[in-house]
């Protein structure tokens, strides 16, 4: 009898396990990115917006003395929304050592960096490594983008914001002049530089800039590779009234065009001087939420990932966020409709506490998506 109750209250456990979250590592100073080497199992590096990066022990939750990197002599974090920004590690990093930034400098210039860590143990990065990849003038200090990530090709793809303001006051959304507003895809396979693909589209295509591979984007914040499929996502924040994502499956997006700043989300940007029909041939999102403050509205996005973990509740679902609201949702995509929309804001609460701004998601090398909370936190998505 004792073994059959024990069987049980072991089932019932099992059938009320829902998904939830625990507090993984804290103390950052505004957090904004959290991931890992493929490979490594047991340490997370995360990126702190004033120039800092630390690498946390999985088992402990704590942080290392030193950071494995500090830029912030280099890093230019004024505004909320510049800083450190991105990065992403070579597929080969623990052969190479070699991983990728993205940040706005002193002068105000987005740079793309190519720098190494130190092995064998690859616990701190050579400040001396540092090789500037591509540089480029930034106009204001909003809208950076930022999102840096190696592709299912092997490439390396890099958002780009818009330049800042509002309304795009210089036009770069539907020009290909500029790295702005766009999804750069470059070869950094060379030893030193970097190579343009032979298969972006604007490559000869007389003023194009040639590393552009998708255009059209207002300030893609936080973009995603689902590691089940290969296909991409883009959390595209919005202006007046729409938050958007936008999706484009494996091996396709080339010359992408996704409407900004003609369209905010699926309509017309509400500007009449500026808005109209969607441009031949551009790629609509597959979901957009009206700015406001009920449960399903928001007012800044932040782009996740396609839920790969251990939670089978959640797998296959695209999890993602506002930022401003720190609302958490999920949704599963069907023949490119969404379906079977979720909130989890309430069941992602930390125990003891709440939520703060949600600046990004991140993944462990077994596919678990972790919270970024920009108030100082890193949390894990669990079942609980």
């Not at 949600?358 to 890193?378: A, K």
């Amino acid at each position: 009898m004792r073994l059959l109750l024990v069987a049980l209250a072991a089932s019932t456990l099992c059938a009320q396990a829902k998904p939830g979250t625990e507090v993984i590592a804290s103390g950052f100073n505004r957090p904004l990115w959290v991931g890992a080497p493929a490979s490594i199992k047991d340490r997370l590096w995360v990126i702190e917006q004033p120039g800092k990066i630390w690498i946390v022990d999985t088992k402990t939750g704590k942080k290392q003395d030193e950071p494995f990197l500090d830029l912030t002599a280099q890093v230019l974090s004024k505004g909320n929304e510049q800083g450190l920004l991105g990065l992403a590690f070579a597929p080969d990093f623990q052969q190479t050592g070699r991983f990728y930034m993205q940040y706005v400098d002193k002068q105000q210039n987005i740079r793309i960096v190519r720098m190494v860590a130190k092995g064998p143990e690859f616990n701190s990065a050579d400040p001396d490594s540092q090789e500037v990849l591509i540089s480029f003038h930034h106009p204001y200090d909003n809208h950076n983008g930022g999102w840096t990530a190696f592709g299912p090709d092997g490439m390396l793809y890099i958002s780009e914001g818009d330049g800042g303001a509002g309304d795009d006051p210089q036009a770069h959304g539907q020009a290909i002049d500029t790295y702005l507003a766009k999804m750069l895809r470059i070869d950094v396979s060379p030893e030193t530089g970097y190579k343009v693909p032979a298969d972006n589209p604007f490559v000869g295509k007389e003023g194009a800039k040639p590393e552009i591979w998708a255009y059209g984007l207002r300030n893609p914040w936080r973009c995603s590779f689902d590691r089940g499929t290969g296909d991409l996502w883009i959390g595209d924040v919005g202006q007046n009234k729409w938050e958007e994502i936008d999706y484009m499956p494996k091996g396709k997006g080339a010359g992408a065009n996704y409407g900004w700043r003609i369209r905010e989300g699926d309509k017309p940007n509400p500007n009449p001087q500026l808005g109209g029909p969607a441009p031949a041939g551009s790629i609509e999102p597959v979901y957009v939420y009206e700015h406001g403050n009920k449960p399903t509205q928001g007012n800044s996005v932040t782009g996740g990932y396609v839920y790969r973990g251990l939670v089978k509740e959640l797998q296959g679902r695209y999890i993602f966020a506002d930022y401003q609201n720190r609302t958490v949702w999920s949704f599963v995509l069907k023949n490119g409709k969404v379906t079977d929309f979720k909130d989890h804001t309430a069941a992602f609460q930390p125990q003891g506490g709440s939520l703060g701004p949600i600046s990004s998601f991140g993944e462990d090398s077994e596919g678990n998506v972790l919270i970024v909370d920009q108030t100082g936190s890193i949390l894990k998505i669990v079942e609980k």
